[in-house]
Every structure is written in structure tokens, then in C-alpha cells.
């Protein structure tokens, strides 16, 4: 079975500071995987999507991910940060039938 | 402007009343979705419809309903059945049910049991 394991449930940074999300999935095969930010009260916005295509993805917002099979690895990286970044980020695999979330890793942006 | 919209956006109910979430879309998409989240947790799938009139069963699906008369409509009925149903409530809808299909997400609803 599919399982996603976020690693660090809170990330502080300060504003102009790299970010890095920490994924790891398990699976069978090479999976598909997504990054959706969910900002306060809000629904969740698609950030980017790995399909085998090509392992450094690039997504919205200046976010990138690059998928790593032998580390089974999808780190999320942004070079600065900025204010409007603070939100929950959540990695998701796709599984057989729907997708997996994990419990997300709360960002924090301090100016 | 195309999305999804979910109303309304906060609601109270009381002990043993059932109540219903809409959940409309005009994307022209096969598969609609709803999902609870609760806090410090991920999204769970409660009920999904991958066409008009057909919908199944999610990991959580006990206490709630749903029906599918109209492509762009997924409404979720908790019941009084569903003994925790304080949260957050998601619908998201895809082009189909393939699971490799990025979901439009809406706004939510939270939902508070007085």
C-alpha cells in the first residue's frame, strides 16, 4: 500500500530564507505525486505534479520538488521565501483509486 | 469565472439534527469528491462520484450521505448518525476519476455540533 510520511510537522523560516518540505512515500512503483498548499480556512491549490516526465518539477509560486527514487524522496524547495508563503503544505501520492494525505507540514514566515 | 464554490461557508447544528453542504462546480468535471479534515491532520475521503447518479463509499463514509442528480452538483448530508462531525469540510472535483488527475479544490465549509 501507498503511504506518504512527512517529516517535519512545523518549518520556520525567516523571509528571503530557502525553504525545504521534507516527503518521503513508499511504493510499489514509481508513483505520481502532488504539493498542494492550503492556506487558512481555505481550500487546497495545486503547487505541482511529478509523473515520471522529469524528476526536477517546477511548480508555481517559484516552489520546486525534485523526485528522488532510490531516497523515495519528493523535497519541496524554494530558494526565498516570502510572507505570503505561510500556509500548510501537504505532499500526496497518488494511489490506486484516490490520493494519500498525509498530516502536512505547517510553514511559518517570520519578516 | 470557472471553479468550485461550497456553501455556506460556516455552520452550526445541534445535537441529532442533520444537515446538508452544497458543493457546485462549473468546470464540466466527471468526478466530484468530499473530504473532512480535522486539525493537525490530513484530508480523509468521505464519499466520491465518478459520473451523474453513481457515487461510493470513501474511508470514512459512516454518518454521512451524498447524492449526484446533476453533474455539477455533490451535496453531503451529515447525519445525525455521525457521532464527531465537527471539521472542515472539502469538495474537490476532477476531469474523471482517474486518480493521477489533479483535484480542484473549493473553499470549505466548517462545520461546528453545538
Known amino acids: 500500500a501507498q503511504s506518504v510520511t512527512q517529516l517535519d510537522s512545523h518549518v520556520s523560516v525567516s523571509e528571503g530564507t530557502p525553504v525545504l518540505l521534507r516527503c518521503n512515500y513508499s511504493s510499489s512503483y514509481s508513483p505520481s505525486l502532488f504539493w498542494y498548499v492550503q492556506h487558512p480556512n481555505k481550500g487546497l491549490q495545486l503547487l505541482l505534479k511529478y509523473t515520471s516526465a522529469a524528476t526536477l518539477v517546477k511548480g508555481i509560486n517559484g516552489f520546486e520538488a525534485e523526485f528522488k527514487k532510490s531516497e523515495t524522496s519528493f523535497h519541496l524547495t524554494k530558494p526565498s521565501a516570502h510572507m505570503s508563503d505561510a500556509a500548510e503544505y501537504f505532499c500526496v501520492p497518488v494511489g490506486a483509486d484516490k490520493l494519500i494525505f498525509g498530516t502536512g507540514t505547517r510553514l511559518q514566515v517570520f519578516p | 469565472d470557472g471553479g468550485i464554490t461550497q456553501s455556506p461557508k460556516y455552520l452550526f447544528r445541534k445535537e441529532g439534527q442533520n444537515v446538508t453542504l452544497s458543493c457546485e462546480q462549473n468546470?464540466?468535471?466527471?468526478?466530484m469528491y468530499w473530504y473532512r479534515q480535522d486539525p493537525g491532520q490530513g484530508l480523509r475521503l468521505i464519499y466520491y462520484?465518478?459520473?451523474?447518479?453513481?457515487?461510493q463509499k470513501g474511508d470514512i463514509a459512516e454518518g454521512y450521505s451524498v447524492s449526484r442528480e446533476k453533474k455539477e452538483s455533490f451535496p453531503l448530508t451529515v447525519t445525525s448518525a455521525q457521532k464527531n462531525p465537527t471539521a472542515f469540510y472539502l469538495c474537490?472535483?476532477?476531469?474523471?476519476?482517474?486518480?493521477?488527475?489533479?483535484?480542484?479544490f473549493g473553499p470549505g465549509t466548517r462545520l461546528t455540533v453545538l
Open positions: 468546470l464540466n468535471h466527471d468526478a
Open positions: 474537490a472535483s476532477s476531469i474523471d476519476a482517474a486518480s493521477y488527475n489533479e483535484q480542484f
Open positions: 462520484s465518478q459520473i451523474v447518479n453513481d457515487f
